[in-house]
């Protein structure tokens, strides 16, 4: 993943119903060489990030990614969000400067709300791939899609969910390549790849697909500012 950015890594996981979360102010390939990754016993579910700077400084490790609140919610994010300034300006305080913090504040501010997915697009102003997940739901994994890509191969022979925002990434560490018969490409063997489509939350459990939904965001993708001369 590191193509995707060099500043920072991390990556989360629930063990034991306790959320874990490591992460730091350095490039994927420095991180696997840590203790921390070597040690690890691969858990059902994981969520990664490489991270390019924008907002944030990366030495200060509360703007990198994983995020994580302390009930227990981490979320990866690809994108920009616009109106983060806002989400804070009320009650609700922010640790860092990331504009992705701002997913965070809108789950903690609509706490009681099931249908949290829904305030994400109804509140947010920008462009996002999120994945999250929740140790009070550990056997469940969370995607959230507007104007990013998120792409998936499904792998039938071992049952593993791989998501990535490029599919060119899966298909270099997975090894992948197109069979063909006759001149008809006929499938990467075990593995089939699907591109989720955009403005869907897609919530995964032990099971399969629990939901796939469309919304209707209430902010458009991207904001142009134009410097007046």
Known sequence: LESRGR????????DNNQLKVTKAPVPSSHLVKSEAWKNLNLPKIMIFQTRMKTQGDPKNNMNNHPLFTKEGIAIVHNGMIYNDKEIFSGKIKRDAQVDSEAILGVMAKNRKNKDFIKNIFDSLEGIFAVAMINQNEPAKLTLIKKNNPIELYYNSKDDILYFASEREIMQEA?????????GFGIGEESYFHYEMEDNHGMIINENGIESYKKYSPKYGGFRYDFANN
Do not use: C, E, P, V
């Open 174 to 182: 997975l090894n992948l390549r197109t069979n063909y018969k006759r």
């Open 7 to 14: 500043d920072a890594s991390g990556f989360a996981f629930i």
